[in-house]
Structures are given as C-alpha cells and as structure tokens.
C-alpha cells in the first residue's frame, strides 16, 4: 500500500522514503564529466516530482520505461526552491503491486452530486428538442460512466479523474449566468453545446494508467468522435430540426475559437462565440489555480512558467498576504480636505485672546480675529468634492467686460 504521496513533501523534508510512483518523463542526460544519469518526473495522484539518479544508473536506465510503475527509494529536498528527489533504488513494479486509484488524479468534488446539478440544468431547457436529445446521452448508462469518469485534457486543465465532468458543470454555471445578462442569447442551445462540446474526449482520452490518447483520438480528435456521436442520438429522436443539427455541428467544430488551435471554422453566431469564450476562460482559471495548488508551499507569491498560458503567473492571495503582514500599522487615510481645512483655521486662533486687563479685543484691534472665523470653525468640514469645487471657484479667470 502506498504510505507516500508527492504532497507529503514537506513532512519529509530531508528524509529518506520509500515509495511508489508512475514515470511520467523519462530521460537519460550527460553530465558536465561525460557520464550519464538518470532524470524523470515522478507521478502520483497528488502531482509530480523532478527526481534524479545520479551514480551506478547502467542497469536501472534499461530497468523501466515511461508510464511503468516503479518503487523508488531516495532523499527529498529542495533545489531552487522546489521539491527534488534523489534517487538511492528504483525498480519497476509487478501488475500485482498495482493500485492504479494510488497514481490517477481525481477531481475532489462529490461527481454524483456534479451529475445531479447537471441533470438539474437539463430539464430546466424550454426547447422540447434540446431536452430530448441531452436525455439520449444522458439515459446511455456506457455514456454517464465514462462522462463521470474522463479527464478533460492530457495535461493542460482539468487533467483528472472526473475532470470533464467538473469543467462542463462549471462551464454551464458561467454560461447560464452569462445568457441572463444577454437575451438574444439562446439559453438552451448555449448550454446544449457546454454539454457537448467536449463529449468526444470519452474515446479520444485513455487513462488507466496514466492519460494519454487513444489511436482514435490521435487519428480523428474529439471534434470528429463528436459528430459521430450527434448524428447517432439525433437519429434517435424522431423529427429533430435539421437547423438545430446544424448549429450543434457549428458549435462543435468552432469552439477552439482560431485556426491555429484545431477549429476548421470560426464561431458565427452569438451561442457559438459565448461557448468558445466560456470555454477558454473556464480551462484558464482551472490551469492557474491547479498551478497554485501545486506550489502552494513556495514562498514566493510568483508562480513558475506556465507553458499554456505561455507567461509565470502571480498568486494575488499570497501576494496580498505578504504586504499586510509587512505592514506594522494599517491606517484608513483622512479626507484630505479635513485636513486642509483644520490647517488653514486653528482653533488657538479661532478662540478669542483676553487681554492683560481681561477685557476682550476691540474689534478695529489688528490681531482681533474676525466673529466669522468663529462661525466658520463651527462649521462641518467640507467634503473632498466641495474642496475641490472650492478651489476651482478660487481660481476661476473671468474675461473682463469689453
């Protein structure tokens, strides 16, 4: 049974363990001297590992291949900041060793609850059409296991066990708060297309041992298995409009959104472009906060490259954190025109000044201070809006008279 998840890291900081992983890289390198060792990237539920064998590795390079099972033995520590593993030991496991829930990550949120709220959605369509069709994937039993089950990508988000599940819920959240906030989007067809959209991973992706591709996949792609799949259920709902079909199919092939990222044509109606958008900002927000996650223990607020989104990224909440803790003292800043107006008229000034006598200033007496410095004192202070008026007023130039 494995004891030792990659997330336990930092519990063993500098410690032996023995533990067992699925090789997700796999390199041989040289180092300055000439001599080989051994860098692979280590793999469990809980994320990945860079680990290194760096002496005797002629008979463990040939040992092992990427995506077997090994047991390793070796020393975690920290290199430029990030967990490393030296390795002492590594064999490739027997099919019997194997418990392939240990290496597979999983979406941590309740799936058949994910599904419930997907049902939900669904009959809460108007378009008798629509609800038909989605009741046809969703009473196929081969279909809702694999659809609770699939990653939603190899590695670049919702890369888990239930993965796809998780982004369509999300993905039909957004969208159905977004259609409310345009009307001449249809709410139904939008949401039909969140549904389908990425329903072709189901074949394109494998992942009983880790998440790689199918021959399928690699030859068709999901958008192909997609309209394989739509044509078969639409076959099974008598009368389907071919205009519903047809904008289906656009939503399908359209929603990478450019050329350059596999989509033959560009969205071309309101539904299409929402779903292209939702999509990609759902698969983003999924890629920075799985990157959080994974290097949550760093201390910097910057995370490291994130090759998707092609920059490094900043974690505002550590980033945040940082600064207040920083601060000793948090003040809420005055109004600057209180502050002002306090300058300008003193209250030592404001107060009238007895004289030796005790008998008050005369009124023509040079340092008297006027009666209506006492009521302007009393007044409240001004707002930094009547300051600012104020001040304008002051320095108005007015064109003198012809």
């Known amino acids: 049974m494995k004891e030792f998840y990659i997330s336990d890291c930092s519990r063993q900081e500098n410690q032996t363990i023995t533990s067992l992983f699925v090789v997700a890289v796999k390199q041989v390198k040289s180092k300055k001297n000439g001599e080989l060792y051994l860098s692979v990237i280590l793999a469990d539920r809980s994320g990945q590992l860079q680990a290194n064998m760096w002496d005797n590795v002629q008979d463990t390079i040939s040992a092992f291949d990427q995506d077997d099972f090994v047991k390793v033995k070796g020393v975690i520590h920290k290199y430029n900041g990030r967990w490393q593993l030296t390795i002492h030991k590594m064999r490739k496991l027997g099919e019997s060793e194997i418990d392939y829930s240990d290496y597979l990550p999983k979406t941590s949120k309740d799936i058949d609850q994910l599904w419930h709220t997907l049902e939900g959605y669904v009959a809460s369509f108007e378009n008798p059409w629509l609800k038909a069709l989605l009741h046809e994937f969703m009473s196929d039993e081969a279909i809702v296991t694999a659809y609770k089950n699939a990653p939603a990508a190899k590695t670049l988000h919702h890369a888990f066990v239930g993965g796809l599940l998780d982004h369509v819920v999300s993905l039909f959240t957004v969208c159905d708060l977004a259609s409310r906030n345009y009307p001449q989007v249809n709410r139904d067809l ?119 989104l092609a920059r490094p990224l900043l974690n505002t909440k550590k980033f945040l954190a940082k600064g207040l803790a920083a601060s000793r003292i948090v003040e809420t800043p005055k109004p600057a025109a209180a502050e002002s107006v306090a300058s300008v008229v003193p209250t030592e000034e404001i107060s009238p000044a007895e004289e030796p006598n005790g008998n008050s200033p005369k009124a023509d007496a040079p340092d008297a201070v006027p009666a209506a410095a006492t009521v302007a004192s009393e007044k409240p202070a001004l707002s930094p809006l009547e300051a600012l008026e104020q001040k304008f007023a002051a320095h108005k130039v007015t064109s003198k008279p012809s």
């Not at 591709?213 to 044509?231: N, P, V």
């Not at 519903?244 to 071309?268: C, D, V």
């Not at 607020?301 to 090759?307: C, E, L, R």
């Open 190 to 308: 939008l949401l039909s297309g969140a549904f389908l959209h990425d329903i072709g991973k189901l074949h394109e992706l494998t992942y009983q041992r880790s998440i790689s591709y199918t021959t399928e996949g690699q030859l068709l792609g999901h958008m192909i298995i997609e309209l394989e799949m739509l044509h078969q259920k639409i076959a099974r709902v008598p009368g389907f409009p071919p205009e519903l079909k047809i904008l289906l199919e656009h939503m399908i092939i359209s929603h990478h959104g450019q050329y350059e990222f596999g989509s033959p044509k560009l969205p071309m109606f309101p539904e299409a472009l929402m779903l292209h958008y939702m999509d990609d900002l759902d698969s983003k927000m999924e890629s920075m906060r799985a990157q959080f996650e994974r290097e949550a223990e760093f201390d910097s607020p910057w995370a490291s490259y994130n090759p998707s």
